[in-house]
């Protein structure tokens, strides 16, 4: 493949960010990145990549 169809593949990947408001009125911010598809997981195992990047991060506000 291309760089350019390789970018295009991995770019479908996303960090999605959940917004939600606890009883107590604080906030709790949760990303996480999304699943990764079929192509996602053979371009990781080829080019050796964490097939799920980044870690889920909590914050409470």
Do not use: E, F, Y
């Not at 960090?15 to 009125?25: A, P, S």
């Not at 604080?26 to 964490?50: E, M, S, Y």
């Amino acid at each position: 493949d291309s760089w350019n169809t390789l970018r295009q593949t991995l770019s479908t990947q996303r960090r999605v960010t959940v917004t939600m408001q606890r009883r107590d009125g604080r906030t709790v911010h949760v990303r996480k990145a999304t699943r990764p598809q079929p192509g996602h997981q053979t371009l990781g195992t080829i080019l050796k990549l964490d097939p799920n990047p980044g870690r889920t991060h909590r914050v409470l506000v």
